[in-house]
């Protein structure tokens, strides 16, 4: 027991960078490993005071200044946590809750312990959840407020784990708060801490006790944007516009639940703050230009059901095919990617409402204002060179005749209805095809294999 506390006080007083390492010092922390772990291996059950003497060690060293030295801690912590899972697991989540605990402590030997506590967090006692919880929540609030990207990042991968089984058992308060430091976090400069901060906030929505009503409120904070409009915030909240709507589509459909996420004031806001970002002639900043793309062919994919009232007023809708149509004039300098972003959304947009591709748009040049069909200025990248705009474009033209044909709304002009026999002949050939003939083989009846009738087909 004794070389355990000697080899423990080696590992905690190893060189801070690695200009002070060397091969000596590196070969005995390397033997207080394994000599840590061969007392470990002997014992069948070890007291509190040594496990967590034994697991500290082990995590502190996955912070050493040597790979060699981290990548054997870290192995032999997993070898430590298998031997003692099934018979002193509640020694191991109490041993790596208190080093999560301590506020002095490096980012490597947090990471490890937050994602080893995290991979166990499903096999803590049903009784015991409450009480871990409620150790925990103020150790990630900490966390949550460190500068460090590594860190976030493994705070938002081991929030999206631990809240799977001990989400019901956060307090009300403690998730306001947690929500509210990483509201904070996505303004941040760093686009890692943005992501990790977005992703930790949907986990405690999604698996909180009453899952829709903070996905509301969460929802409603991202509204609340300062004047200034810093790109960062901008980015950060339209990246969470993003996240939330796939989480309150997915908890819908697990409660069964038919609750819109957002009413017709919450909608007016959001394209308050969305329309700016995809205006060509006001945004400035491709970044901030490409998430609001995105975000809006999110909203036109997902939101199909809140936005068709939206749809039906014209003095929303036309603006918006406007805007959208100034990123296809070629002698503007938009990205590849932006254009692409902005075909896919009027691809949306025509699948609402296919009468928009006959609309007249204007586009603004050095040479004054030109006004150009809509359908004329998509068929343009039809011989583009570049395979993701073509694509998209073909996508696009999908909608449009998809739409058509079920509003039988045709918005292409000289071009008549079917003929009547036509029309039920392709039923018949729709209803039967893939059907079993009499001695068991399928029938292969597709159009144009009628015989006479193949120029009519």
């Given amino acids: 027991i004794m070389s355990v506390v000697t080899q423990f006080k080696v590992l905690t007083n190893g060189p801070v960078d690695a200009s ?5 010092k590196r070969k005995l922390r390397i033997d ?24 500290e060690g082990f995590l502190i060293a996955c912070s050493d200044v040597d790979s060699d030295v981290r990548l054997l801690a870290d192995e032999l912590l997993n070898r430590t946590i298998k031997k003692f899972m099934h018979v002193q697991l509640g020694k191991l989540h109490i041993a790596l809750l208190k080093v999560i605990k301590r506020e002095e402590i490096r980012a490597k030997t947090l990471r490890a312990a937050l994602a080893k506590f995290a991979d166990l967090s499903h096999l803590v006692l049903p009784m015991r959840r409450e009480r871990f919880v409620g150790s925990i929540t103020t150790p990630l609030k900490r966390i949550a407020q460190r500068e460090d990207e590594t860190v976030q990042e493994t705070l938002a991968e081991s929030l999206q784990k631990m809240t799977e089984h001990l989400g019901l058992f956060i307090k009300e308060k403690d998730i306001s708060d947690l929500l509210e430091i990483f509201i904070h976090n996505l303004k941040s400069p760093s686009a890692t801490i943005r992501r990790a901060s977005a992703d930790s906030a949907v986990a405690i929505c999604k698996k909180s006790q009453t ?10 904070s991202l509204f609340l944007v300062d004047e200034t409009n ?12 993003r996240k939330i709507i796939i989480a309150h589509k997915l908890v819908s459909k697990e409660l069964h639940s038919h609750k819109h996420l957002l009413d017709a004031d919450q909608l007016q806001k959001l394209f308050k703050l969305l329309i700016p970002t995809i205006d060509s002639a006001v945004a400035k900043n491709h970044n901030v230009t490409a998430s609001g793309l995105e975000t809006l062919q999110q909203l036109l994919s997902v939101l199909r059901r809140e936005l068709l009232g939206w749809y039906r007023q014209p003095e929303q809708s036309v603006p918006l095919v406007q805007k959208l149509a100034c990123f296809l004039d070629k002698s503007g300098s938009h990205r590849t990617s932006v254009t692409a972003l902005a075909i896919l959304c009027l691809g949306k947009v025509l699948e609402y409402e296919p009468s928009f591709f006959r609309a007249i748009v204007t586009l603004e040049s050095k040479s004054g204002k030109k006004k150009i069909a809509l359908s004329e200025l998509l068929l343009k990248f039809g011989k583009d060179g570049d395979p993701l705009l073509r694509s998209n474009l073909v996508g696009t033209i999908v909608n449009v005749v998809k739409s058509s044909l079920e509003q039988q709304h045709f918005c292409f002009d000289e071009v008549a209805l079917p003929p009547k026999a036509l029309e039920e002949k392709c039923k018949f050939v729709l209803n039967t095809r893939g059907e079993k003939s009499e001695d068991g083989q399928e029938e292969k009846r597709s159009i144009g294999n009628e015989g006479d009738d ?4």
């Fill in 32 to 55: 207080a490993c394994n000599k840590m772990f061969d007392f470990v291996e002997k014992k069948n059950s070890v007291t509190d005071e040594y496990i967590q003497m034994v697991v």
């Fill in 230 to 241: 810093s790109d960062y915030q901008l980015l950060g909240h339209l990246l969470a516009f």
């Fill in 454 to 457: 193949e120029d009519d087909d």
């Fill in 211 to 220: 899952p829709l009503i903070h996905i509301s409120r969460f929802t409603n």
């Fill in 20 to 24: 002070s390492d060397t091969f000596d």
